[in-house]
């Protein structure tokens, strides 16, 4: 059985099988994930929230592990996840108001995958074409890459592809 703990990372294989909706090979991440993702809420939390987190992480990889792009980024998106779990656990225990983005991810964990494919698709055709056209990203174009097709400045492409991921949220969090 291959592990994230054993290994100290997951098996590329497992998590392109739990990302293509194999029930055994999710069961078999999230199983071996929450060594890394404590370690990972250790770092970014407080020593009350880390338990909350994991849980957390552990059930936002249980509910979008199938919308990782690509297997490689796998534990980047895991470490991103347990942080913003932690700010989200801080911000809480602070009394701060949620961010527009918490306001987003809150009202999307709990909708389909098709509604949400349809919310996003209709924020992305919202955008102005300028900013439409920076988001080739998806289709796991580098910035370098986006930049030559569009004959744009690496700076010019990653301020258009903020802007856009921004306005990509205002859409979802009026909805």
């Known amino acids: 059985m291959t592990s994230l703990a054993r290994t100290g990372r997951a098996d590329p294989s497992l998590i392109e099988a739990a ?8 069961v078999l991440l999230i199983s071996a994930a929450p060594p890394d993702i404590r370690r990972y809420a250790a770092r970014n ?12 992480t552990l059930l936002l990889l249980y509910r979008r592990v199938g919308t990782l792009r690509a297997v490689t980024s796998f534990s980047a998106w895991l470490l991103a996840v347990a942080r913003r779990a932690c700010l989200r656990l801080l911000r809480g225990s602070m009394g701060m108001a949620a961010t527009p983005a918490d ?6 964990v709990h909708l389909p995958a098709e509604d949400i494919r349809i919310d996003l698709s209709r924020a992305i055709q919202s955008l102005p074409d300028h900013y439409r056209e920076v988001l080739r990203d ?21 301020a258009r ?10 859409y979802l969090v009026k909805d």
Not at 19 to 26: F, I, K, P, S, V
Not at 140 to 151: M, P, Q
């Open 19 to 26: 990302r293509c909706g194999d029930e055994n090979a999710l």
């Open 138 to 158: 998806i289709e796991e174009l580098s910035i370098d890459e986006i930049g030559a097709v569009l004959a744009l400045t690496r700076e010019s492409v990653k």
């Open 103 to 108: 306001v987003a991810e809150a009202r999307l």
């Open 45 to 56: 939390c407080r020593a009350a929230d880390i338990d909350d987190a994991v849980q957390e």
């Open 161 to 170: 592809i903020h802007r856009a991921r921004l306005m990509i949220r205002e």
